[in-house]
């Protein structure tokens, strides 16, 4: 378990909906190109992570310094995931 300060990074990777595909699977021109759609709030997908996170992996969630976050539909090869990065400071 972490003691220092600790510093963050989170992609949150979406699925995309069907509504933003063709029949034939190719993408949409005016699909967007950015997460914008009530998937969820980044600083609450952020909180539920920190909230897991302490007690497993640093003592509390006061420990984080510096946090990075960002969420994005999935690219074709990839699945909808949460890609987390962890790193003690000093």
Do not use: W
């Amino acid at each position: 378990m972490m003691d220092k300060p600790i510093m963050v990074s989170i992609t949150f990777v979406f699925a995309r909906p069907k509504g933003h595909y063709r029949t034939n699977g190719e993408l949409k021109a005016k699909a967007p190109r950015h997460c914008t759609a009530r998937i969820g709030d980044t600083d609450k997908l952020c909180r539920s992570v920190l909230d897991a996170l302490s007690g497993a992996v640093f003592s509390d969630d006061s420990q984080v310094i510096n946090l990075t976050a960002e969420k994005r539909y999935a690219t074709r090869n990839e699945q909808p995931s949460a890609i987390i990065t962890i790193a003690a400071i000093g």
